[in-house]
């Protein structure tokens, strides 16, 4: 039976999530929205068209969303040179890749943001495939992008563990019916995680790789 590893990637392997939060404050901000930098953080995770229905209703003029999506892709492209990657976020994929996991990120970044997330990560080798939100018709919390990397990775919930630093990832995992591990170093507590179907939670990376062997990982 194929073992798939499922990675989030913004705030699980690369330290971005509070570079997002505030390029999509910025967006808010020129397009006369006033929205809090926390709710915006607690939003980050679901796709950019759920992100704004989620911060600004259903029934906001849904005619500036573009517009608002390409402030905020515009204001993050800045960093693109110089995204910085978690701390041990490429040994852990190198490690359960040389353990035999197969290695699928789920993500909603586009062509442009992933390339520049996977050259900091620098992990490419020990990657199979990448599960993003344009391949299916529902983003997370939906689990439609975990069942569609499982199916990148052959391999069946049951051989699976998702990792994820979002209760958004944690839903998705739960309801695509795979183990979930949250990690705090996307700023979201542990309480909220565990709350959200998290069955165990670390730091970071560099925490999950120490404890490995007896992490979900190490126990599957």
């Known amino acids: 039976m194929n073992r798939a590893a499922l990675f989030d990637v913004d705030g699980t392997l690369a330290d971005t999530n509070h570079l997002h939060v505030t390029c999509w404050w910025e967006a808010f901000r020129q397009?006369?929205?006033?929205?809090?930098?926390?709710?915006?953080?607690?939003?980050?995770?679901?796709?950019?068209?759920?992100?704004?229905?989620?911060?600004?209703?259903?029934d906001r003029d849904t005619g500036g969303d573009d517009r608002l999506s390409t402030a905020h892709d515009v204001l993050y492209g800045a960093y693109f040179d110089r995204l910085p990657a978690l701390d041990s976020a490429g040994a852990l994929l190198r490690e359960l890749d040389r353990r035999g996991w197969r290695v699928v990120l789920v993500t909603s970044a586009g062509e442009a943001e992933l390339a520049a997330l996977r050259k900091a990560i620098d992990a490419d080798e020990a990657i199979t495939a990448t599960a993003s939100a344009d391949d299916v018709s529902e983003g997370k919390p939906a689990p439609e992008p975990v069942l569609h990397a499982l199916e990148l990775a052959g391999a069946p919930a049951a051989g699976a563990v998702f990792v994820g630093d979002t209760v958004w990832d944690m839903k998705a995992g739960t309801r695509a019916g795979v183990t979930c591990v949250g990690l705090l170093s996307g700023g979201i507590p542990q309480a909220d995680l565990e709350a959200a179907g998290a069955g165990t939670v670390y730091r970071d990376p560099a925490e999950l790789l120490r404890r490995l062997d007896g992490s979900p990982f190490g126990t599957a």
């Open 31 to 58: 397009a006369g929205h006033k929205v809090a930098m926390h709710d915006i953080h607690r939003a980050i995770g679901l796709p950019g068209a759920d992100l704004l229905a989620h911060l600004l209703g259903d």
